[in-house]
């Protein structure tokens, strides 16, 4: 079975703080596929970045920023110089089928 | 816009009744996801069909249903409707399956 976890319920920061958001996953499957949500007041869920299991490196996507750490089973997500428009609650996945239980994410001006 | 289209926007019904939610996936979409979102279950995953076949199958209730048709549109039947019912049903759609999905903007279902 899968899980997802992201212990952190709440995070607030002001306005061009950086700020990192903790998944930790857990899977038997030796391939598999991690994904960043996001889900802004007005409901929607956004996709923002894909992880695979065989991939190398830790990219980096405008503001936003991966670590992915097999050794410790972690996803984590970094949002750099945050914006009042990055306050969501960040949902991170494992393939589609098992969601943690999402960050409220509070950007104060 | 996501391209993935859900239909009612919002669902008022009595306990009791039975509604069908409809699901539009993107253009060229294989594979659809059902969710259902709840303020105390979280993000749940229901069921994932795959080119009209059933692939995964999350906590679903035996009084839900869905099916995925020839045209790749989808729909998730809720019967025997309970007050906990009520939740947000959201419809994602992907290329293949494990690939990200794109989410609908959800039916906002309400069990009086």
């Known amino acids: 079975a899968q899980k997802v976890t992201q212990a952190q319920t709440e995070i607030s920061v002001v306005e061009k703080e950086d700020v990192t958001l903790d998944c930790v996953y857990e899977?038997?499957?030796?391939?598999?596929?991690l994904f960043w949500y996001k889900q802004p007041p007005s409901g929607e869920l956004v996709f923002l970045i894909r992880r695979n299991s065989f991939d190398e490196q830790n990219e980096i996507s405008g503001r936003y920023s991966w670590n992915f750490q097999k050794s410790t089973s972690s996803f984590n997500f970094t949002i750099t110089a945050s914006q009042v428009v990055d306050s969501a609650v960040y949902f991170c996945?494992?393939?589609?089928?098992?969601f943690g239980s999402g960050t409220q994410l509070t950007v104060l001006p | 816009d996501s391209g993935v289209t859900q239909t009612p926007k919002h669902l008022i019904t009595a306990t009791g009744q039975r509604v069908t939610l409809r699901c539009s996936p993107r253009s060229g979409d294989l594979s659809v996801y059902w969710y259902q979102q709840s303020l105390d279950q979280g993000l749940q995953f229901l069921i994932q069909?795959?080119?009209?076949?059933?692939?995964a199958k999350g906590n679903i209730l035996e009084r839900f249903s869905a099916q995925q048709f020839p045209d790749l549109h989808s729909e998730l039947n809720l019967s025997s409707l309970e007050l906990g019912d009520s939740a947000l049903y959201f419809c994602?759609?992907?290329?293949?399956?494990?690939?990200?999905?794109?989410f609908g903007q959800g039916t906002r279902l309400t069990v009086v």
């Open positions: 899977t038997r499957d030796t391939t598999y596929y």
């Open positions: 994602a759609s992907s290329p293949r399956g494990d690939t990200e999905a794109f």
């Open positions: 996945a494992s393939r589609q089928l098992t």
């Open positions: 069909y795959y080119n009209g076949e059933e692939r």
